[in-house]
């Protein structure tokens, strides 16, 4: 009962804002698919067809509802090699590889490495996207007449005023609706959708990729597939992280890590290259009401059918029109508490953040900036963590006391070692030490191993040794790698409280 409720909800709780939002993002997705077939080197159907099949097919295998999934230009500069040297058959078929490779990580569950990415890194990404959002609106804003400069301010003016009068209908629509009758009407000298690229004509239809199927083909893909893979789910996941907390709900991320591979698969087999969540065409979505899986699907349908029925209207769409969208998509895509927040977060979240914006600004490749912010995240985490640990000895009688505070592990060894010393160096040594370890914990072979070295030591100094308060884990840890002879040292676990 509980499965067809959310499968009601998901596709008819939502219809007249998810049908609306799908045609504004349909229309939005002309002109960015183009410009990433271009990036890539292929046809602008290749772009165009792929963002059809890959946003019908994820409204159905998907795990965020509401996310739009299309051709991006993340997944498009890693093919531009592969299709410069060997076309775009190869490209479909490394697109099948790709697809295929997304459903093995569904089932080993890589979904659950996003656990491992910051919200620093997050915000920073969001940032990054936001700024490359409106970089790429700059070459329509260049060169051009103040009748383009008119237009895009009257198309922000619509956006965010109409909905100070009505919700009834998203305002990116109306702008861009208004913008395109009044360009025709005008004969506005301004470029259109059509400047961009040749639209298709004709609908999608199924192919087998020729190449030949033997294991060259195979080693040509491969890398091609991995990386395309892998940036693909990256973006995917940190997207569907994004509309959730826009939506305050939540999804399902292995299914949506299938569900992508899934559609790029079947885009592959109707002449499309790989693609994969985007964050600017989601936020479109969300903004213009868009919440449930119909709104994916109708986008795609929409694109189908303007392509299909409408190319020449759709082709005199003004591209002022979606230069305002696109920047309304920027302004409402980037952080902008994170400003402020550079002076009230810690230092170390500051730094990851602005690293992670910097290395996708700079690169124009978000993988390689989420892992320099995971990177740094882990390095700053390790370092708070090593700087928490600590060591006080206390005399009395013939015994000195060692008790240790905190985590010991890779990063923290140095330090233990260091807190012992020599023993036998100190002006008041004592001839039995007890290391109580009862408030830390040993976490890898590293912590054990230099137990191992202080004890070692410290019995060839003629002291007795002994080890108390291990709690289970670290026990465990113990008696499974320690190489120190136990005969000479009491391991003790620490009493229950």
Same mark, same amino acid.
Request: glycine letters at 6%; a negative charge; proline letters at 6%.
């Given at each position: 009962?509980?499965?067809?409720?959310?499968?009601?909800?998901?596709?008819?709780?939502?219809?007249?804002?998810?049908?609306?939002?799908?045609?504004?993002?349909a229309l939005a997705l002309i002109p960015e698919a183009i410009g990433f077939s271009i990036i890539a080197g292929v046809d602008p159907r290749v772009g165009l067809y792929a963002s059809i099949a890959i946003a019908m097919v994820i409204s159905f295998t998907g795990g965020r509802p509401g996310m739009i999934s299309a051709a991006t230009a993340a @997944?498009? @500069?890693?093919?531009?090699?592969?299709v410069q040297e060997y076309g775009v058959e190869y490209l479909f078929a490394a697109t099948i590889l790709m697809g295929i490779f997304q459903g093995i990580a569904a089932i080993l569950?890589?979904?659950l490495l996003m656990q491992f990415v910051s919200r620093s890194v997050i915000t920073g990404f969001v940032n990054a996207l936001a700024i490359l959002i409106f970089m790429?609106?700059?070459?329509?804003?260049?060169?051009?007449?103040?009748?383009?400069?008119?237009? +895009?301010?009257?198309? !922000?003016?619509?956006?965010?005023?109409? *909905?100070?009068?009505?919700?009834?209908?998203?305002?990116?629509?109306?702008?861009?609706? +208004?913008?395109?009758? !009044?360009?025709?009407?005008?004969?506005?000298?301004?470029?259109?959708?059509?400047?961009m690229g040749e639209l298709p004509e004709g609908l999608p239809y199924f192919i087998v990729p020729d190449v030949p199927l033997t294991l060259e083909?195979?080693?040509?893909?491969?890398?091609? %597939?991995?990386?395309?893979?892998a940036v693909?789910?990256?973006? =995917?996941?940190?997207?569907?992280?994004?509309?959730?907390?826009?939506?305050?709900?939540?999804?399902?991320?292995?299914r949506e890590s299938a569900g992508q591979g899934v559609a790029n698969v079947v885009a592959a087999f109707f002449g499309g290259m790989g693609g994969c969540a985007m964050i600017g065409q989601s936020v479109i979505n969300v903004t213009s009401g868009g919440r449930g899986r119909l709104s994916s699907f109708i986008a795609g349908l929409s694109l189908l059918i303007l392509l299909a029925v409408l190319g020449p209207?759709?082709?005199?769409?003004?591209?002022?029109?979606?230069?305002?969208?696109?920047?309304?998509? =920027?302004?409402?895509?980037? %952080?902008?508490? =994170?400003?402020?927040?550079?002076?009230?977060? *810690?230092?170390?979240?500051?730094v990851v953040m602005l690293a992670t914006v910097i290395m996708v600004v700079w690169t124009h490749n978000l993988a390689l900036g989420v892992l320099v912010g995971v990177l740094l995240s882990g390095i700053f985490f390790t370092g708070k963590v090593r700087s928490m640990f600590g060591v006080v000895r206390t005399r009395e009688a013939d015994t000195a006391t060692y008790v240790v505070t905190g985590q010991i592990f890779f990063a923290s060894v140095d330090r233990f070692s260091e807190s012992f010393g020599r023993e036998s160096a100190r002006p008041d040594p004592a001839d039995h030490?007890?290391?109580d370890v009862s408030r830390a914990h040993f976490w890898d072979i590293s912590g054990v191993d230099v137990l191992d070295k202080v004890v070692e030591r410290m019995r060839r100094n003629g002291r007795s040794v002994q080890v108390v308060g291990l709690n289970e884990a670290s026990a465990d840890l113990v008696d499974r790698f320690a190489m120190t002879d136990k005969t000479g040292v009491e391991i003790g676990l620490a009493p229950h409280p």
């Open positions: 009962m509980a499965a067809t409720s959310s499968f009601k909800d998901d596709w008819f709780g939502n219809i007249r804002k998810d049908v609306l939002a799908g045609i504004v993002v @997944v498009a @500069v890693v093919v531009i090699p592969l569950r890589l979904d790429a609106q700059v070459p329509q804003l260049v060169g051009v007449g103040w009748q383009t400069y008119a237009m +895009v301010a009257a198309g !922000l003016a619509m956006i965010y005023l109409i *909905p100070r009068v009505t919700t009834a209908v998203p305002s990116p629509l109306v702008a861009i609706i +208004v913008l395109t009758v !009044l360009s025709i009407w005008l004969d506005a000298p301004v470029n259109t959708v059509s400047d083909t195979l080693q040509i893909i491969l890398p091609y %597939s991995l990386t395309m893979a693909g789910l990256l973006e =995917s996941l940190l997207t569907a992280q994004i509309v959730d907390d826009m939506t305050h709900t939540g999804s399902n991320k292995q209207i759709v082709g005199q769409v003004p591209m002022p029109a979606l230069v305002a969208v696109m920047i309304m998509v =920027s302004i409402g895509t980037f %952080s902008w508490n =994170s400003i402020p927040n550079l002076t009230r977060h *810690p230092w170390q979240s500051s030490v007890i290391i």
